[in-house]
């Protein structure tokens, strides 16, 4: 089974995203902000990341930067 990270500060879009995903038997997690993304990048490994790139507390820059640095070694 394919394994989503959905990253989006608006709840509403975070559950929209996830229940069309598991309904084509995708595996999903959810996080609310980049830095709970970043912590869910050290625990789990992704197929595919679908962000928001507008999102308070990170710019997206730094935050896809992060991201990529958590792949490096995939």
């Known amino acids: 089974m394919k394994k989503i990270l959905v990253v989006d ?3 509403s879009i975070r ?3 996830k229940e069309a995903l598991l309904k084509q038997n995708y595996s ?3 996080a609310a902000e980049p830095n709970e ?3 869910l ?5 992704y197929d595919l990341i679908i962000s ?3 999102m308070p507390n ?3 820059l730094l935050y896809t930067s992060d991201a990529a640095d958590e792949l490096d070694g995939v």
């Not at 990048?41 to 490994?45: K, P, Q, S, Y």
């Open 37 to 39: 993304a970043i912590n």
């Open 52 to 54: 928001d790139l507008v």
């Open 28 to 30: 999903v997690d959810v």
């Open 41 to 45: 990048l050290d625990e789990n490994i």
């Open 58 to 60: 990170m710019n997206c």
């Open 9 to 11: 500060d608006d709840h």
């Open 15 to 17: 559950i929209v995203l």
